[in-house]
């Protein structure tokens, strides 16, 4: 009796069932012949025999495959238009052990990602990029893309593309191949079962490279839209080997390995030395021992006008709580405006890993201004506490279970000599009503940081006169 | 058993979508479509039962990951183990 075995079924590097829609789970949403699924095999055939599945991450695009994500079961990132080469960089950089594979169509890569992916190949990032060409816009319903071929027709060219209006089309792979840097650049064609046998061989290469660590690939696959090209899937696919090849030449177009100079390079230190936290005259060469038993979690909205110190506050504490050996975060939101614009920032403080630095619902507000404290002031969680750069507080604020404490900083600060050391004052108090981080490691920071040796007195003076105040305020209030 | 086919390919018809690019590439000319609708409104492509070379191309042309399960004869053992010896004996 003959014996069969599976050798070609569904990698298990795709989902068992894809959960976008209620129905239909079990098929993808690409139209019937297209060339985005036949790659999609292609991939995750290659990531499953290399064994690469728990270390790849997808980047998806914008366009018909923007939902790769929710076939491939591997590490997902969505980019914004254009920008998955960039998105690429930035996550093959943080996890180097990574596989980071861009999966861009013609619009996304050629027209409004042009600059990420110039750059990312300039920069040679050790990323697989793959480029699907099918020279029109799919999501969208069949704009002119840049690598439409002269005199074709799309909804935006009815007369076909004409160079004198519209130009030529855009040879990615002969334009990048242009750079140093890049190791493997090859086109491939859907077109027949040779060269969709050729595009296995590319996109396995590719990858193989990249978790070689050689250095930048790209592997642009000309890939058929039978639904926009209003053609059926075998006219489609005779279209891509009759008409893209003519004006898209197939072959390799790079494959060397590349030894980047290394040119010595700046000498490699490390983060505590950069910010100066191992300097023995500092005092802090360990740091100051966080309180085990302090858990509380920080999170501190500075706000104000632009000037008053307030991204200058954020990042005064966040550098003292790293020295107290806190895990902390500091996001800086400002507009346009270097003065007077509006500006905060967002100061977490945490004994645990802090999973966004975004913080919608602080627990200390220090609004430097009044637009601030109005803005702000009704998202503190109840049982907060918001200091506010004033003697009083204006009668109709209206805000209950928080405790808000009028400290005039600015005033303070004004009558010990510059109205610009507020912030310093605004500290001052905020230790001392928080007990958050300590006064010796303000010290340390203040003068770590501040240079001139008058405005470093003035900042300590500054930081006291914000501590008396607040010492001072009755018992009932604090 | 000279006749056994080298291959046999099982398309499921809920997942094909009837785009024929697997019935176009069959190097042996074994995919149809099929006469009867599918539940989704297309004719799915299938194995006409024999031909079957098991090459794997329409595997690679079909666009769905799992619409395509591509099987290949086993090679025969190199050694016949005693109980399939006694078997084969018996037969």
Known sequence: MAEYEVVHSKSPVFYPIYERKADLKHQTHYCPGCGHGVVHKLIAETIADLDLQDRTIFVSPVGCSVFAYYYFDVGNVQAAHGRASAVATALKRACPESIVIAYQGDGDLAAIGTAEIVHAANRGENITVFFINNAIYGMTGGQMAPTTLVGQTTTTTPWGRRPVNEGYPLRVCELLATLEAPVYIERVALSDNKNIMRARRAIRKAIELQRDGAGFSLVEILSPCPTIWKMTPTEARDWVAENMIRNFPLGVFRDRRLAMPGNGGPPQRSVAEVLGLTSPSLGTEAPAAATPTDTREWKMKIAGFGGQGVLLLGQILAEMGMREGKEVSWLPSYGPEMRSGSAHCHVCLSSQRIGSPLIEHPNVLVAMNEISLRKFAPSVTPGGLILYNRRTVPADLGVSNVRLLPIPAAELADQLGAAKVGNIVMLGALLELTGALSFATAEAVLQATVKNPDLLALDLRALQAGRDWARQLPREVR | ?91
Not at chain 2, 51 to 76: K, N, Q
């Open chain 2, 1 to 91: 058993m000279a006749s056994e086919p080298r291959g046999r390919v099982q398309i499921d018809p809920n997942e094909c979508k009837g785009c024929g690019l697997c019935i176009d590439a069959c190097p042996p000319h074994c995919l149809v479509f099929t006469e009867e609708l599918s539940p989704y409104g297309v004719h799915p492509a299938h194995y006409l039962g024999s031909g079957c070379t098991g090459c794997g191309i329409c595997f690679y042309v079909c666009p769905e990951p799992g619409a395509i399960v591509v099987y290949r004869l086993s090679p025969p053992p190199k050694v016949i183990s005693t109980t399939e010896a006694s078997r084969a004996a018996t037969l």
